[in-house]
């Protein structure tokens, strides 16, 4: 591939390969050893960098810190049996990086930044990439403002960054989850569709109180009359109702435009499962569940995958989901995605970039 970017890169003499257990990873906790910088200055990106990965030195007046001006993502990166590296649906995290940025008001960055920052980290990395099963490296790519100002502008300098990280499950166990009437994580014309800082910011305390009474997640409602349902914590959610995948569409602006949710939809439109992309109402929602129509729930996510829910909290009740049998589509789909992801069976989407 030709390059157009011209990436100063610093090795580590410390690396902390060696001492990383890769037989029992978590989400989110060990980084890779290296990470990638640009700097947006006089209205360009430039000083492209690959470094040790290392704490950052801020300004307390860093504008990110006061005003949140900040957009990340999330993928991954997989080994196949022939340890080569692949990525999976990346040009779609580039796009969407940069529809987040626009909401935002951050600068566009142009895809061959995000595309050889990434392969060229990944190349000095590759050894991070787990080969374990069911492992995979998480890619976290963010924009944030670096203005030290305290007036509200848009800030005029950003550092854009890819770190990684090693992971196994983000959900070890199949999810409870609350149906959230009070608290709102979106609402029309506000930046729900965004990946900003400040959405995930906004959820956690609503998301606190259900933890507290047992849940692991909520399922957020329509900030108007809190009566569909729109999307769950960390991932958007289908469910299965009379053989209907039935999912919330991503029309209103409120709901994250995930990949896997596309990724999901495509591959169930191929299995021949009938899909409606509309709004399901906790009505329709509690009387599927006291009628034993509600067939599956499942969320999807880079992160999550596809996590299974096992208990859903609705109209000041609880329903326990009974266990799926190994022909459910939740079951089906993951197999599929992840012999994709790992280069089992041949891509004919076009997701797979090998690096
Ligand atoms: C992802 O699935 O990549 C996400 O961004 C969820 C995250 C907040 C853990």
Redesign the pocket.
């Known amino acids: 591939m030709n390059k157009t970017i011209d990436i100063q890169i610093t090795k580590t003499n410390d690396s902390k390969l060696a001492g990383t257990n890769f037989e029992n990873l978590s989400?989110?906790q060990i980084m890779s050893d290296h990470m990638f910088v640009a700097d947006y200055v006089d209205g360009e990106w430039k000083n492209f960098s690959i470094e040790p990965y290392a704490p950052l030195e801020l300004n307390p007046a860093n504008a990110t810190l006061h005003y949140g001006q900040s957009v990340?993502?999330?993928?991954k990166a997989y080994k196949n049996e022939n340890d080569e590296i692949l990525l999976f649906r990346a040009d779609a995290n580039q796009r969407r990086l940069n529809e987040s940025a626009k909401r935002m008001c951050i600068p566009e960055l142009p895809e061959e930044i995000f595309m050889e920052g990434l392969r060229e980290l990944l190349e000095v990395d590759r050894d991070w990439v787990p080969d374990q099963a069911g492992c995979s490296l998480?890619i976290?790519p963010f924009i944030f403002a670096t203005d030290d100002y305290l007036g509200i502008r848009p800030s005029k300098t950003y550092k854009f960054m890819i770190f990684t990280c090693p992971v196994g499950h983000?959900y070890a166990k199949p999810v409870s989850v609350k149906v959230e009437t009070k608290y709102t994580r979106a609402a029309e014309g506000g930046t729900g569709q965004a990946?900003a800082a400040g959405n995930?910011a906004g959820s956690l305390y609503p998301a606190l109180l259900a933890q507290e009474q047992g849940y692991d997640q909520l399922l957020w409602t329509d900030g108007k009359n809190h009566e569909n349902i729109e999307e769950s914590g960390?991932?958007n959610v289908m469910f299965i109702i009379n053989d209907i995948l039935i999912t919330a569409p991503t029309t209103k602006g409120t709901i994250l435009k995930?990949i896997?949710r596309d990724s999901v939809l495509t591959l169930a439109n191929e299995m021949g499962l009938k899909v409606e992309e509309r709004f399901l109402s906790t009505t329709e929602l509690k009387e599927a569940l006291e009628t034993n129509k509600l067939q599956e729930a499942f969320g999807t996510?880079?992160?999550?995958t596809i996590a299974h829910i096992d208990r859903i909290h609705v109209g000041g009740q609880d329903y326990i989901l009974p266990e799926k049998p190994a022909t459910a589509f939740s079951h089906k789909v993951l197999e599929t995605l992840d012999a994709l992801k790992y280069g089992r069976i041949a891509d004919t989407h076009g997701w797979i970039i090998k690096v």
């Open positions: 989400f989110g990340f993502e999330g993928l998480y976290r983000y990946k995930y960390t991932m995930g896997t996510g880079t992160a999550a």
